[in-house]
């Protein structure tokens, strides 16, 4: 065992390096992080199953052969295979980050009350989620969600083309803080987006009917924007690593339960499904999931006496995925 974890060895003392890798909560040595990424990379690089996304015309174009990894440890060490730096638009990815953003602004409650954390059960870009909706609300992963939560942005009476332009300045800035560097607008794909999101407009006009933002367009304009900001992959891996150590972002995924006011008044407790924060007083969060290829999934992290670790379990069992990440979790906290 060496300070960044464990693999075998052979009769002659020498480390095995064909054997798993262990993580005590750290990477392996950089070499084989690389080889890794690398192996990764050419291993994928051929499949050519799926297409690319024709929500705007701009976007059709986009060149299927392109395919990068970039990874970043906690130290800041880089990982990278094929085409990490060319720019591709931001799109949906925006939405957390700008849901973070308006956390951070005006607190977790307040945007939460104006947009809401329903699961839709539908398209991204749904109508019908709106209108099922007794007031509107839906969460800040949908498309109307999405939307009201970047008009939050807005300062209040000031939809006009000033407002959007300060509220955009301030949007642009904090993604920008994110990445670490200045994101620019794709041009051309924020002309595609723009001449052709009648949907998104539509919501914007609907979530107004219903009391849930007070300036559509303003909205809309900049929630385009948002999503036509040029980025790469290296730059979305810069991204997930700041934004891990957002204390918006720890605050909510920490969260057992959530008291959720309903449109007559009333409030429903919401319970968070990741029950390895109600067994483990250490544990802080993230994510659950699950699919048929992938099986039952957890990403949890935990943090005791000083060291902050993150566990994924993969292909899992229902009742199996709770009892790995606690017992993984816990084991790599203690290492």
């Keep these: 065992m060496d300070d960044r974890g464990r693999s075998a060895r052979d009769s002659d003392g020498e480390t095995d390096s064909s054997a798993p890798y262990v993580s005590t909560g750290h990477l392996p040595r950089d070499e084989r992080v690389r080889d890794a990424v690398t192996a990764c990379h050419r291993d994928l690089a051929a499949v050519g199953n799926g297409s690319v996304s024709d929500v705007y015309p701009a976007l059709a174009q986009a060149d299927p052969s392109l395919f990068g990894i970039a990874m970043i440890g906690v130290d800041g060490h880089e990982f990278t295979a094929g085409d990490v730096d060319v720019p591709f638009a931001l799109m949906s990815v925006a939405k957390p980050f700008v849901f ?8 977790v409650d307040a945007v939460v009350d104006q947009v809401g954390v329903d699961a839709t059960g539908r398209a991204f870009n ?13 969460n800040p992963m949908v498309n109307p969600g999405a939307i009201a939560c970047t008009g939050l942005l807005l300062t209040p009476g000031h939809g006009d083309a000033g407002g959007v332009e300060h509220a955009w300045d301030e949007l642009r800035a904090g993604l920008s803080a994110f990445a670490g560097r200045d994101l620019e607008l794709d ?8 001449t052709t999101n009648q949907r998104n407009r539509a919501i914007g006009q609907l979530l107004h009917s219903l009391g849930r933002l007070s300036h559509p367009e303003a909205a809309v304009d900049l929630y385009t924007r948002q999503s036509s900001l040029a980025v790469t992959a290296r730059d979305l891996a810069v991204i997930a690593k700041w934004a891990d150590k957002m204390p918006e972002i720890r605050a909510i995924v920490k969260l057992q339960s959530y008291k959720f006011k309903k449109p007559d008044g009333k409030f429903i407790d919401l319970a968070n499904t990741n029950r390895v924060l109600r067994t483990a007083s250490y544990c802080d969060g993230m994510k659950t999931g699950y699919t048929d290829a992938a099986g039952y999934c957890l990403v949890a992290t935990g943090e005791r006496n000083g060291r902050r670790r993150i566990v994924v379990i993969l292909n899992d069992t229902e009742s199996g995925v709770w009892k790995d990440a606690q017992a993984l979790l816990d084991w790599a906290l203690k290492a």
């Design 187 to 194: 041009e051309e794909i924020h002309e595609s987006a723009r």
């Design 126 to 138: 749904s109508l019908a989620a709106v209108e099922s909706s007794p007031d509107g609300r839906t």
């Design 100 to 107: 973070a953003l308006a956390c951070a602004r005006l607190g």
